[in-house]
Nanobody, 122 residues
Framework: QVQLVESGGGLVQAGGSLRLSCTAS????????LGWFRQAPGKEREFVAA???????TYADSVKGRFTISRDDPKNTVYLQMNSLKPEDTAVYLC????????????????WGQGTQVTVSS
């Protein structure tokens, strides 16, 4: 089992920045790919960014150039740096883990955190 706990959400004005963190426990962190997803009220959960065990990254088109995913394996933590935030980025942000290979698909991740709320005001 892997337990994931997100932090760092909050209320920010459009154009501002936030850094989300997700700390894992339970299994060796460096064997896992980590993903960030988000879910707005009434909408399906959608992919944001992911990083695999070797540091390869991929991003949703909607966040490319604004968000950066990174990982610190000794700290068992994955980060999502969010810059130039827009009101449409408002959602609950969740991190997820799966073995080694990253994916943009929601249904292939084995472990999920509870999420952290990000609200961007206009």
């Amino acid at each position: 089992q892997v337990q994931l706990v997100e932090s760092g959400g909050g209320l920010v004005q459009a154009g501002g920045s936030l850094r989300l963190s997700c700390t894992a426990s339970g299994r060796p962190f460096n064997n896992y790919a980590l993903g960030w997803f988000r879910q707005a009220p009434g909408k399906e959960r959608e992919f944001v960014a992911a990083i695999d065990w070797s540091g390869g990254r991929t991003y949703a088109d909607s966040v490319k150039g604004r968000f950066t995913i990174s990982r610190d394996d000794p700290k068992n933590t994955v980060y999502l740096q969010m810059n130039s935030l827009k009101p449409e980025d408002t959602a609950v942000y969740l991190c997820a883990a799966r073995r080694r290979i990253l994916s943009m698909r929601v249904d292939v991740y084995d472990y999920w955190g509870q999420g952290t709320q990000v609200t961007v005001s206009s």
